[in-house]
Each structure stands twice: as structure tokens, then as C-alpha cells.
């Protein structure tokens, strides 16, 4: 079992930065790849950003990449997701989420393939 609870969200203006961090409990969390989601308002909730377990592969949509940047500290069992030049479209509710199984990052944009989800936290960007 591994919960997740993520902090760091707030408002903030056009072209400025965020870092979001989740911090988990659980010995397998170390060991399984970390996705980040987000889900505006009237809209389904979609992939941001993925690592694995050792942080040795990032993934990202095409709309943040290049601005998001995803990390961890297993020592710390934490994840993080350094957000720069925020644009409104980035406005939304994101979350940690953790897969159940360890050692695979198959499939890392697919939700479903997410075992355990934090409650979210709401990043808004002004104009």
C-alpha cells in the first residue's frame, strides 16, 4: 500500500514557476514508477509526466515539455515536478500518482495502469 500527498500548488502568474512535490509512505514506492496527472476544470484528467523507479527515465507530454521538469529521491521518498514559464493552460488540479507493480514503466501515460493517487492540488495561472 503507498499513499501519496502532494503540496506545492498555489497561484501564480503567466511565465512564472511552481515545484510540486508528493511525498509518499510505503516500502514499495521506491521501486515503482511515479506519473504526474493533472485535470482542468470540464475537462478528463490527462498524463503530465512519468519517472521510474531509479529516475533514470523521464517522460512528458508534448505540452509541458521543455517547461516541467519531473524528479525523485527515493531516500526521501518524494517526487517532484519543477514547473517553469507556466501558462494559463497549464491551470489545474495535479496528481501524484504510483504504479502498483515494480521495475516497469510501460505504459507510463496510461491512468489506469496507476494504482495508488494522491488527493491533488490545484495550480492556477493568472494572466
Known amino acids: 500500500q503507498v499513499q501519496l500527498v502532494e503540496s506545492g500548488g498555489g497561484l501564480v502568474q503567466v511565465g512564472g514557476s511552481l515545484r510540486l512535490s508528493c511525498a509518499a509512505s510505503?516500502?514499495?514506492?521506491?521501486?515503482?514508477?511515479v506519473g504526474w496527472f493533472r485535470q482542468a476544470p470540464g475537462k478528463e484528467r490527462e498524463f503530465v509526466a512519468a519517472?521510474?523507479?531509479?529516475?533514470?527515465?523521464?517522460y512528458y507530454a508534448d505540452s509541458v515539455k521543455g517547461r516541467f521538469t519531473i524528479s525523485r529521491d527515493n531516500a526521501k521518498n518524494a517526487v517532484y515536478l519543477q514547473m517553469n514559464s507556466l501558462k494559463p493552460e497549464d491551470t489545474a488540479i495535479y496528481y501524484c500518482?504510483?504504479?502498483?507493480?515494480?521495475?516497469?514503466?510501460?505504459?507510463?501515460?496510461?491512468?489506469?495502469?496507476?494504482?495508488?493517487w494522491g488527493q491533488g492540488t490545484q495550480v492556477t495561472v493568472s494572466s
Open positions: 500518482a504510483c504504479r502498483g507493480e515494480s521495475f516497469t514503466h510501460s505504459g507510463y501515460a496510461d491512468q489506469r495502469r496507476y494504482a495508488y
Open positions: 510505503g516500502r514499495t514506492f521506491s521501486t515503482n514508477t
Open positions: 519517472i521510474n523507479w531509479n529516475g533514470g527515465n523521464t
